[in-house]
């Protein structure tokens, strides 16, 4: 009843930029954390960076100062401000979410991944 989409991901050249966007939808009341995660070939997926319902962030070093997450709560919707790009950031972004639902329960969503390739 619920569902992430990313999008924006796609080929950029070092030092380059991209915005990235994630939309939930569904049966949904409130949205509580919101998170980015990365996840390169052959690699464990590992914490990007996160955003509380009250504006609240985290970053993982390797990305602090260079990326900026935000959030539109009316909207539903996660952004990640990506500057500066390196070739190893590039990976599939996946954006999830700690939703409550029309159940009136909290549970953790996923999406399904966007692409981001940096390379010259």
């Known amino acids: 009843q619920v569902q992430l989409v990313e999008s924006g991901g796609g080929l950029v050249q070092p030092g380059g930029s991209l915005r990235l966007s994630c939309a939930a939808s569904?049966?949904?009341?409130?949205?509580?954390?919101m998170r980015w995660y990365s996840q390169a070939p052959g690699k464990q997926r590992e914490f990007v960076a996160a955003?509380?319902?009250?504006?609240?962030?985290n970053y993982a070093d390797s990305v602090k100062g260079r990326f900026t997450i935000s959030r539109d709560n009316a909207k539903n919707m996660v952004y990640l401000q990506m500057n500066s790009l390196k070739p190893e950031d590039t990976a599939v972004y996946y954006c999830?979410?700690?939703?409550?639902?029309?159940?009136?329960?909290?549970?953790?969503?996923w999406g399904q991944g966007t692409q981001v390739t940096v390379s010259s």
């Open positions: 999830n979410a700690d939703v409550l639902t029309l159940q009136q329960y909290v549970a953790r969503f």
């Open positions: 569904g049966s949904i009341l409130g949205i509580n954390a």
């Open positions: 955003i509380t319902s009250g504006g609240m962030t």
